[in-house]
């Protein structure tokens, strides 16, 4: 058991080591490192702030669907992630999709409303 905590604790400093260095490439606006950064991060511990960073890479490589599928998949970890209520409505106003965009920030809004 104690090795198994070990592992996951791991598993999850690996991750996040992965996020700091995605942030900086990103940061240097390599978003294909960034993107495969975020990636490795996500095969070792998925997590709502990997998939919607992974999201901004996508957004800057205009990858629409892609940042829409990393949102959706941030907010099936954590309902309540804001930054993926944002970055999807974001998205959905550039495709033009304004019905879309504001059903999203109203569904932010009230999953968010005690914050």
Known sequence: MILLMLLLTLQEIAA???KMKGNKVYADGNYADATSAYSEAIA?????AFFTNRAACYV??????KVV????????????WVRAFERKA????????????L???GL??????EA
């Open 60 to 65: 800057e490589e205009r990858k629409w669907r």
């Open 90 to 101: 974001s998205v959905l106003i550039e495709l033009q999709k304004y019905d879309e965009a």
């Open 69 to 80: 599928e990393d949102c959706d998949r941030a907010l099936t970890l954590d309902p309540r």
């Open 16 to 18: 996040h080591l992965l």
């Open 44 to 48: 070792l511990t998925p997590q709502a």
């Open 103 to 105: 059903s999203v920030a």
């Open 108 to 113: 932010s809004l009230a999953t968010n409303k």
